[in-house]
């Protein structure tokens, strides 16, 4: 299973960026999707995370600004980012809780990260 990741750049302070992030390989389900992001010297947090009936739950920092959401036939998930703040710089990662065929169990899958750079 695979997790890739685009869409990061940089951005100036307002400006809007779209992240996307699609998961191929051995996958009988998708449960979870999510974005986290990592700053320089500080922990990874959640951003937003979407079930695969749509229900979506976001970080306050966030909260009105960016938008998850979910495409279950194409095993993509996607982040519209409006309203960038200098803060929002961070690596971001795709995250997704999957089952592989022939295997009962979930497992927690990343992507490598994309590079979102807020700045003037």
């Known amino acids: 299973v695979q997790l890739v990741e685009s869409g990061g750049g940089l951005v100036q302070p307002g400006g809007s960026l779209r992240l996307s992030c699609a998961a191929s390989?051995?996958?009988?389900?998708?449960?979870?999707m999510g974005w986290y992001r990592q700053a320089p010297g500080k922990q990874r947090e959640l951003v937003a995370t979407?079930?695969?009936?749509?229900?979506?739950n976001y970080a306050d920092s966030v909260k009105g600004r960016f938008t998850i959401s979910r495409n279950n036939a194409k095993n993509t998930v996607s982040l519209q980012m409006n309203s960038l703040k200098p803060e929002d710089t961070a690596v971001y990662y795709c995250?997704?809780?999957?089952?592989?065929?022939?295997?009962?169990?979930?497992?927690?899958?990343w992507g490598q990260g994309t590079q979102v750079t807020v700045s003037s």
């Open positions: 979407i079930t695969s009936g749509g229900s979506t």
């Open positions: 390989g051995n996958i009988f389900s998708i449960n979870a």
């Open positions: 995250n997704a809780d999957i089952r592989s065929n022939y295997v009962l169990r979930f497992t927690a899958y």
